[in-house]
């Protein structure tokens, strides 16, 4: 029988770090799938973030260049206006990209820098420990919101990619999940997309993805994929956003 | 060809880092060194480089860390509050060991200050402000002659030692002019192959820029390799000027503009035939501490001055053979010594049996 399904070249064929059911190793895999597909292994340049997918480089097979925490829209900033031939991207969680890192966000989306952005959001800190991130729904039990989200102590979850798809400067907003087929399929499609997206030239594309972490949302990888369809996306609505 | 040209220590040093083969510069607005992002707005697109004026200092370092990863000669500026802010990008730059070039024409602190030149921040230059153990080479001019040819240096020695090398400037020498002699002609330092860079795995395994190391022992031995390089630096770039020293009883220590108007004191007390001499750290890290050493055999007198309320003189007293004694003066938060100040300090201890 013919083997459809193999592993994308621009992966290396090694074990993943991540806890069971946990979204950054699909992830990894839709990235690196749709590397290939482009062909452009050679020329690309990743930033990996500083939380639970800091290591994307033990797993990717191209240059990546680490960032401190939230810098990685600056680092990829530079790269990209030294290197404007090369697809260069960066790959956030959300303490990353919409915490600590908010202002580097906004200002290269503002700035129209010709990149390609993955924002993962699970909605907590995983490599920490499982502190509240600025997603992290209501009521949602944290390691530091012991009685889940206080709107009154820390404010809403975070719409960061609502608030992008204001900028003038901004090309391409999608909000997808892998929490099932259908949406992965879809997930897989927008990815590929916004490194088209750059590779035309067309600017600023950030795709966020609902993802899961079984570990400190304290659910079996099955509720997980649960969670993120009946609860999560309710709030973070998918979509094109812009 | 010669030119001649009068200009701003800022923009002397702008223009010196375009000429030594600056690609990028990134940078944030912040008295008293302004007109240095300015020249570089201004000149670096025209030369073929490429200018950014940053959100903030965070980004702007971050951004020389790109750069740099990518293979190009890279530089940021700020000054004293800035530069604070920078620290966690030097630290990284250091840590996954990019050459980049950063000057701090430094002015009052501690926090906000004030904009009155200072050299308060020789510490944190000098001995690590951010995390972690490295060091950067620091440069420190006293003329705008000498921003021009150290900031040319710098991009040289952080090429060659794929480290992080900072002008120590400050308000003084940022803003004043004066006459600039270059080679219209000189070459850029040469290009240095760069093969650790990311450009794209073409042909080759990926690169990866990084300072994180997971396993247990591995960051241990990344900082080994880092130490043997900054020992390296240590013993080959120790950079000073000694002057007045022929039958010199006593020797004053400043560096940058305090270096400056210490000269006409000793100028000064030298025509009063009082034997004092002078001796001027120009690399401020690794601090001149041989030549230093080999002073303090002969010559037992020592007096530091600094517009600060003690930094260097730390280095000094560690560098001097036993015996040596060493006095320090200085002002800070915008007071600079007066020259008048300096004589007599130097008088002070030319005449202090302690001394003796």
Partial sequence: ?242 | MKKKILISGNEAMGEAAIRAGCKFYAGYPITPQNELTAYMASELPKRGGIFIQSESELAAINMVYGASASGVRAMTSSSSPGISLKQEGISYISGAQLPAVAINVMRAGPGLGNIWPAQSDYFQATKGGGHGDYHMIVLAPWSVQESYGLTRLAFELADRYRAMAMILSDGILGQMMEPLEFDDEEPMPALIAKPWALTGAQGREPNIVKSLSIRFGDVEKHNLVLQKNFSRIMAKEQRFEASYLEGARAVVVAYGSMARITQAAVVNLRRQGKRVGLFRPISLWPFPAKELARLSKKIKKFLVVEMSYGQMVEDVRLSVCPGARVGFYGRSGGGVPTQKQVEREMLKVLTNNKYA
Wanted: glycine share 8%; hydrophobic share 40%.
């Fill in chain 1, 1 to 242: 029988m013919p083997k459809n399904y193999k592993r994308p070249g621009s992966l290396y064929d090694t074990a993943a770090h991540y806890c069971p059911g946990c979204g950054h190793g699909i992830l990894h895999r839709m990235v690196a799938q749709a590397i290939d597909e482009l062909g452009v292994r050679e020329k690309t340049i990743a930033i990996a973030p500083v939380g639970c997918a800091v290591v994307a480089y033990d797993y990717w097979q191209f240059d990546c260049a680490e960032a401190a925490h939230g810098r990685a829209l600056a680092v990829a900033t530079a790269i990209k206006r030294c290197q404007p031939d090369k697809l260069v991207f960066t790959y956030q969680g959300d303490g990353d990209l919409a915490a600590i890192g908010t202002a580097e966000t906004i200002h290269a989306a503002n700035r129209g820098e010709n990149l390609s952005v993955i924002f993962v959001n699970n909605a907590v800190y995983g490599m920490t420990g499982g502190q509240m991130a600025p997603t992290t729904l209501l009521s949602q039990k944290t390691a530091t919101t012991p009685l889940g989200r206080d709107v009154k102590l820390s404010g809403y979850p975070l719409k960061i990619s609502e608030m992008l798809a204001l900028l003038d400067g901004v090309y391409s907003v999608e909000r997808v999940s892998v929490s099932n087929p259908k949406e992965a399929m879809n997930a897989q499609r927008a990815i590929k997309q916004a490194f088209e997206n750059q590779l035309q030239g067309k600017g600023f594309s950030i795709v966020e993805v609902l993802s899961m972490c079984p570990t400190y949302w304290y659910k079996t990888p099955q509720e997980s994929l649960k969670w993120v369809d009946e609860i999560m996306s309710k709030y973070f609505v998918l979509g094109k956003l812009k």
